[in-house]
């Protein structure tokens, strides 16, 4: 039976990666007892084919950057995937400057479909903020990011102004 536990691991593994427990409780919902699931689990680690740390490190890489996604969001779904408590926190310690670029990313990513001058309401920065927050990144980035962004909307709005001609009527 422990070849069987083994062979449908790599079934579920050829088709995603699993964090250790959760590639567990797939096999468990399979019907393989306790003592075939540990085997067949070691074994895929012994092969490579299973490492917690290189897929949360992988699964952050992707959701900062691409997705916009703060530590806080990023370490609730490694932990909700089945990642355990201290890879979660050691993979969604983003260093600076990748933190920064998931910043950038989420509000690209809001401002998308955020209304033509939402800089000059107030309400319409509130929930920026707030956006990210959900996002998982902290009030005080999030405020800070919201108003830089909105500094540079509003002068490059001004400057847009400047430029227009007062006598052209199109």
Known sequence: MADQAFAA????LSRR?????????????KGFDDDEIAAAVRRCEEAGYLDDERLA???VELRAVRRGWGRRRLKLELLK?????DVAARASKLAPEAEARALDAALERIEWRAPEGWWRLHERRARMVSSLVNRGFDVDAAVRAVARLADEREQAHARDEECRDPHDIS
């Open 81 to 85: 995937r089945g990642a355990p408590a």
């Open 9 to 12: 691991a790599l079934r579920l």
């Open 57 to 59: 490190r992988r699964f």
């Open 17 to 29: 990666d699993y964090f250790r427990a959760a590639l567990a409780d797939r096999l468990r919902e």
